[in-house]
């Protein structure tokens, strides 16, 4: 078998059970290999009831006090019973486990696993495995891993098939001996093997040791190319200053910030210079970053050339093109702007082709169809994009060249270190928009337990009532067999329903629902049509509703705090006060004390710093941040000093032989030309 073979070439997959796979974005064997754990659960011998850890997995010796209770309720059955050891009792219930009702026997004695709960000062316990004697020595003392999965698709599934596929493809070992030696880095093979069915903890760390060193050094590697290819481009492009920018400045209801002006001039420079423009803006949340890209737009505009602006989903990409179009009629701008997305039909596309081929129109603003579509530009001076971009996005087919190079801007809300930043974003000059603007009311934060929820759910109501809108975020797009007590966006849209009275209206909102659905839901969310909104995390990319003054994140401990700083920046667009509440499903107080420091603070640089400081080396896997700025495995907080490290040995290889065409370095450069296709330069577009 190779890498790239469907995963229905795998024992027990046929066309149903692929399409669970597909789901998750798992099509070969290469992507269900690195489909990784998210974390492990570790079988350590029985505990005592009095002992044992609420909301956790445990696992308790318990003798059954009488036989189990069996009733019908509707399309489930649901069995109960009492079991105890000699510390306590705890009542447990099964659902539609009917196959169990010949084992549960009175005064049986049983190895069950699961996670214990505490209501009303009584001990109960939903669903337990069942374990014999002989299976639980079994796993004694090993590391089971645990996969983010979809409704239909079982842990135990996604185990078989990454066994079947480690046993069929083998990794290519593609660093030469002296960088193993230096970094004391284990094989990739064995890195697959350890992350999915580790030994020992230490066995997982060694392994995601080698896969994030991996990604930074093949990320850094085709960043360095890019620095190569761009590094002082002659601009094909030569501009002047217009009244237009300006007029729009002057014409705004509010005055830029010093912040924003500094930034301003920093990008007219780059514009009026003789190399082409390579500038990041990095800026916190709120921080006014899209009104400088649309006055960049309007110079380019304005000296006869086109522009571009890159947005990560349909949703945001429409919101800048409402506002750009506001903009424009109400300024008289020189601006003739389409929106050019995925879901645009094919005719309109041929269409928008035309108009944006003759020079008709100069500013187009679309999502990656904007480079992947077969648009030929008449004059593209300038690509604006979203630091997802940024990252990679996926190619599907090699590009042409589409013009000669132009102008390159990020934005980036991602509140990274500058001693990081300048090594992601080597090939790029840097500009802060370090300061607020003045008009922004600060949100009112509280952190909360779930005992809270009942007041919360009446205090949406109220803020619903005087005409606001809320968001709830989730963590989850369905329930999970792995996930424990954490909220999914499905089941909590029908317990708000029941919950808030029913007058508002609770709509849910996911990544994996399809593009023509999510545009309708967040068009009715943005008209007022829904009140209450609760998606997953796939609202923080920018969506712009200035009604909204109600945020509550649910199991906000699964999130980092970088990314719940961003989600927070959702709210607070309007002139009313904004709130938001962080609800954490843990008893730990370290995770109240993660939290608290979003309470104390609205720097996301402090925020992502302090996080950083609390979080330590010890988190395997990191608690996931920004899905705009991160890999697999590695993370740039918390692995900071190895991204630094890793960056002086590129730096060093590439000063030793540019090229890689060294015969030490073809396997790396085979390696690197396979594996990271997704790269854009922008430049060729």
Same mark, same amino acid.
């Given at each position: 078998?190779?890498?790239?073979?469907?995963?229905?070439?795998?024992?027990?997959?046929?066309?149903?059970?692929?399409?669970?796979?597909?789901?998750?974005?798992?099509?070969?064997?290469?992507?269900?290999?690195?489909?990784?754990?998210?974390?492990?659960?570790?079988?350590?011998?029985?505990?005592?009831?009095?002992?044992?850890?609420?909301?956790?997995?445990?696992?308790?010796?318990?003798?059954?006090?009488?036989?189990?209770?069996?009733?019908?309720?509707?399309?489930?059955?649901?069995?109960?019973?009492?079991?105890?050891?000699?510390?306590?009792?705890?009542?447990?219930?099964?659902?539609?486990?009917?196959?169990?009702?010949?084992?549960?026997?009175?005064?049986?004695?049983?190895?069950?696993?699961?996670?214990?709960?505490?209501?009303?000062?009584?001990?109960?316990?939903?669903?337990?495995?069942?374990?014999?004697?002989?299976?639980?020595?079994?796993?004694?003392?090993?590391?089971?891993? $645990?996969?983010?999965?979809?409704?239909?698709?079982?842990?135990?599934?996604?185990?078989?098939?990454?066994?079947?596929?480690?046993?069929?493809?083998?990794?290519?070992?593609?660093?030469?001996?002296?960088?193993?030696?230096?970094?004391?880095?284990?094989?990739?093979?064995?890195?697959?093997?350890?992350?999915?069915?580790?030994?020992?903890?230490?066995?997982?760390?060694?392994?995601?040791?080698?896969?994030?060193?991996?990604?930074?050094?093949?990320?850094?590697?085709?960043?360095?190319?890019?620095?190569?290819?761009?590094?002082?481009?002659?601009?094909?492009?030569?501009?002047?200053?217009?009244?237009?920018?300006?007029?729009?400045?002057?014409?705004?209801?509010?005055?830029?910030?010093?912040?924003?002006?500094?930034?301003?001039?920093?990008?007219?420079?780059?514009?009026?210079?003789?190399? $082409?423009?390579?500038?990041?803006?990095?800026?916190?949340?709120?921080?006014?970053?899209?009104?400088?890209?649309?006055? %960049?737009?309007?110079?380019?505009?304005?000296?006869?050339?086109?522009?571009?602006?890159?947005?990560?989903?349909?949703?945001?990409?429409?919101?800048?093109?409402?506002?750009?179009?506001?903009?424009?009629?109400?300024?008289?701008?020189?601006?003739?702007?389409?929106?050019?997305?995925?879901?645009?039909? %094919?005719?309109?596309?041929?269409?928008?082709?035309?108009?944006?081929?003759?020079?008709?129109?100069?500013?187009?603003?679309?999502?990656?169809?904007?480079?992947?579509?077969?648009?030929?530009?008449?004059?593209?001076?300038?690509?604006?994009?979203?630091?997802?971009?940024?990252?990679?996005?996926?190619?599907?087919?090699?590009?042409?060249?589409?013009?000669?190079?132009?102008?390159?801007?990020?934005?980036?809300?991602?509140?990274?270190?500058?001693?990081?930043?300048?090594?992601?974003?080597?090939?790029?000059?840097?500009?802060?928009?370090?300061?607020?603007?003045?008009?922004?009311?600060?949100?009112?934060?509280?952190?909360?337990?779930?005992?809270?929820?009942?007041?919360?759910?009446?205090?949406?109501?109220?803020?619903?009532?005087?005409?606001?809108?809320?968001?709830?975020?989730?963590?989850?797009?369905?329930?999970?067999?792995?996930?424990?007590?954490?909220?999914?966006?499905?089941?909590?849209?029908?317990?708000?329903?029941?919950?808030?009275?029913?007058?508002? $209206?609770?709509?849910?909102?996911?990544?994996?629902?399809?593009?023509?659905?999510?545009?309708?839901?967040?068009? %009715?969310?943005?008209?007022?049509?829904?009140?209450?909104?609760?998606?997953?995390?796939?609202?923080?990319?920018?969506?712009?509703?200035?009604?909204?003054?109600?945020?509550?994140?649910?199991?906000?401990?699964?999130?980092?705090?970088?990314?719940?700083?961003?989600?927070?920046?959702?709210?607070?667009?309007?002139?009313?006060?904004?709130? $938001?509440?962080?609800?954490?499903?843990?008893?730990?107080?370290?995770?109240?004390?993660?939290?608290?420091?979003?309470?104390?603070?609205?720097?996301?640089?402090?925020?992502?710093?302090?996080?950083?400081?609390?979080?330590?080396?010890?988190?395997?896997?990191?608690?996931?941040?920004?899905?705009?700025?991160?890999?697999?495995?590695?993370?740039?907080?918390?692995?900071?000093?190895?991204?630094?490290?890793?960056?002086?040995?590129?730096?060093?290889?590439?000063?030793?032989?540019?090229?890689?065409?060294?015969?030490?370095?073809?396997?790396?450069?085979?390696?690197?030309?396979?594996?990271?296709?997704?790269?854009?330069?922008?430049?060729?577009?």
């Amino acid at each position: 078998m190779n890498y790239s073979d469907d995963i229905t070439s795998l024992k027990g997959i046929g066309e149903k059970t692929a399409r669970l796979f597909h789901r998750l974005d798992i099509y070969t064997l290469k992507d269900l290999l690195h489909h990784f754990p998210r974390n492990y659960e570790s079988f350590g011998p029985p505990v005592r009831l009095k002992e044992a850890p609420l909301n956790e997995p445990v696992t308790l010796r318990l003798t059954l006090l009488s036989d189990f209770q069996w009733k019908k309720v509707r399309q489930l059955t649901i069995g109960t019973g009492t079991a105890a050891d000699d510390t306590g009792k705890v009542a447990i219930t099964y659902f539609n486990a009917s196959y169990l009702k010949n084992t549960l026997k009175g005064g049986n004695t049983y190895l069950v696993r699961g996670r214990l709960k505490r209501a009303q000062g009584a001990l109960h316990m939903d669903q337990p495995k069942l374990f014999t004697f002989e299976e639980y020595s079994q796993r004694a003392g090993t590391l089971q891993p $645990c996969y983010a999965l979809t409704a239909g698709l079982t842990n135990n599934a996604v185990i078989k098939a990454v066994k079947q596929a480690m046993q069929a493809v083998d990794e290519e070992e593609y660093l030469p001996d002296s960088i193993l030696r230096e970094y004391e880095l284990i094989s990739r093979n064995q890195a697959i093997s350890g992350i999915h069915f580790p030994e020992s903890l230490a066995a997982v760390k060694t392994a995601r040791r080698r896969l994030a060193f991996d990604e930074f050094f093949l990320f850094l590697l085709s960043l360095r190319r890019l620095k190569k290819v761009n590094e002082d481009q002659p601009s094909s492009f030569p501009m002047i200053e217009t009244a237009d920018p300006g007029r729009l400045i002057e014409g705004l209801p509010y005055q830029l910030t010093g912040a924003q002006s500094r930034v301003w001039e920093e990008i007219k420079q780059d514009l009026f210079g003789e190399s $082409c423009m390579n500038r990041l803006i990095q800026g916190d949340v709120g921080s006014g970053k899209t009104i400088l890209a649309f006055l %960049a737009l309007v110079l380019v505009a304005s000296n006869g050339y086109q522009g571009a602006l890159m947005a990560p989903t349909e949703i945001l990409a429409g919101q800048h093109f409402e506002q750009l179009k506001r903009l424009t009629e109400k300024y008289r701008l020189p601006i003739r702007s389409v929106l050019l997305t995925g879901s645009v039909s %094919a005719a309109e596309k041929k269409k928008l082709y035309a108009r944006i081929q003759s020079g008709e129109v100069n500013v187009i603003i679309g999502t990656h169809a904007l480079i992947q579509e077969k648009v030929t530009y008449r004059s593209l001076a300038l690509v604006i994009t979203d630091e997802q971009h940024r990252f990679g996005v996926r190619q599907r087919e090699l590009f042409g060249e589409k013009g000669e190079g132009c102008h390159v801007l990020v934005m980036s809300a991602t509140p990274i270190p500058r001693t990081l930043a300048i090594i992601l974003y080597g090939d790029l000059h840097l500009s802060v928009v370090d300061e607020l603007p003045r008009s922004r009311l600060p949100i009112k934060n509280c952190v909360v337990n779930t005992d809270y929820r009942k007041k919360a759910y009446e205090f949406i109501t109220r803020e619903v009532s005087v005409g606001h809108q809320v968001y709830v975020i989730c963590p989850m797009v369905d329930e999970n067999e792995n996930a424990g007590d954490i909220e999914n966006v499905t089941d909590y849209t029908v317990r708000l329903r029941n919950e808030l009275p029913s007058r508002i $209206c609770v709509e849910f909102l996911h990544g994996k629902m399809k593009a023509g659905e999510k545009n309708r839901i967040m068009e %009715a969310f943005s008209a007022g049509d829904i009140d209450v909104l609760v998606s997953t995390t796939v609202i923080e990319v920018g969506i712009n509703v200035p009604n909204a003054t109600v945020m509550m994140v649910e199991n906000a401990e699964r999130f980092g705090l970088a990314q719940l700083h961003q989600l927070r920046g959702r709210i607070g667009r309007g002139e009313a006060q904004s709130y $938001c509440i962080f609800v954490s499903g843990s008893d730990r107080p370290q995770a109240m004390e993660r939290l608290e420091i979003l309470n104390r603070s609205s720097d996301g640089f402090f925020i992502a710093e302090e996080d950083l400081k609390l979080r330590g080396p010890g988190d395997l896997f990191g608690i996931r941040q920004s899905g705009e700025l991160s890999f697999e495995v590695a993370d740039i907080y918390e692995d900071g000093e190895l991204l630094k490290k890793v960056s002086m040995t590129v730096d060093e290889l590439l000063l030793t032989d540019e090229d890689l065409t060294a015969k030490e370095h073809a396997s790396i450069k085979r390696y690197l030309d396979q594996n990271t296709a997704n790269f854009i330069d922008f430049r060729t577009i």
